[in-house]
């Protein structure tokens, strides 16, 4: 009876509908004012509005298309995997896919975190990673005038969905010893001994 990786079919779906979605929805978003600036953030569709004008920026729409072809290679990668465990080069398969969406959600996260900390040191302006936050612009922007602005962050709905992927995929990995130990791996030294018997 042919086994299957059933974290890996969960991981591999996810991660393709987890693209499908980030085309969509954004990761995390910033809301600066009354909509005067909205920041939507993911590894695969990063885009800027300033005062109702959408743009996005080269070397940001650069590696966002990199991450959609990294993570369509993982989930289909993972989702082959997940149907054949048992082949000799499903080990690497393997290595090689569930990274991708764990490394997608890290990458983002540290990304995320070190543009706050740049903000706040180089521009002195506190921007939340979650919540709300009134911030006061420092006098030297502002011309010596106080001024404040509400700014706003969450993670949206896809973000979990990131969270949920990589998880299914490293539930995937650490699964992969109780699918193929009762049966060993196909090898050809294994095939050729079926063949035989």
Known sequence: MRKYNWFGVAGGGVVLLLIAVSLLAPWWQL????????????????????????????????????????????GVTILVYAFRPSKPYSTRLLAFAYRKPVYAVGFFLLSLIAVVVLIKVAFRIDVPLIGTVK???????????????????????????????????????????????????????????????
């Not at 600066?32 to 509005?49: M, R």
Request: aromatic share 10%; charged share 15%.
């Open 31 to 74: 809301r600066v004012g009354e909509d005067l600036v909205k920041v939507n953030a993911s590894p695969l569709n990063t885009n800027f509005n300033f005062v109702g004008n959408a743009f996005i920026i080269p070397l940001i729409f650069a590696l966002n298309a990199a991450s959609i072809l990294s993570l369509i290679v993982g």
């Open 135 to 197: 911030a006061e612009l420092p006098p030297d922007m502002a011309y010596g005038v106080s001024v404040s602005i509400l700014m706003s962050a969450e993670f949206q709905w896809p973000f979990w969905l990131a969270i949920a992927a990589a998880t299914f995929c490293i539930a995937a990995r650490l699964y992969h010893k109780k699918v193929v130990s009762p049966q060993r791996e196909e090898t050809p030294e294994n095939v050729a001994g079926k063949a035989v018997t």
